[in-house]
């Protein structure tokens, strides 16, 4: 079925430009123009996070915060081997999966570390790409609470992982 829904919504935009007796190409082409000016607006934004995470990890940065703050994570009773997850998720989805999926080879899909690596990956969000696009794309500049209250509800999310992990595996 879902093969079938751009081709629908396609033919059912050009009926309704008919309908209307509008020119349903050219109001498509509009559309794609202002799509392109999205995606210049954000590129930069996006070139930036991506610099920054490969910057982090090529230099060990994430790795020694990761050791800094591991009797941290062990007190909140997260896992400390997922401590550079807890770190990455935030800023870029991609380099927590990569992240995520190192964490499952060294110590196993069935290991408490595993399941709880598995468990944040999806119940968080890349919180800083997720700003920058949205509040880019509608031109916000101020994010006020928004940033404070998504890292928050991040570790929410990280916590409640290890949590419901722990119960499940007993």
Known sequence: MTDYIVPVLLLTASLLALRKQENSYDLLLDGAA???KLLVSLVPTLILLLTAVTML???GAMEAISKFLSPVFRFVGIPPETAM???IRPISGSAALAVGAD???QYGVDSLVGRTAAVMLGSTETTFYTISVYFGAAGIKKTRYTLPAALFADFVGFFMASVTVRLFMQ
């Open 103 to 105: 964490l499952m080879t």
């Open 85 to 87: 997850l807890v770190l």
């Open 57 to 59: 990890r090529a230099s």
């Open 34 to 36: 202002d799509g392109l």
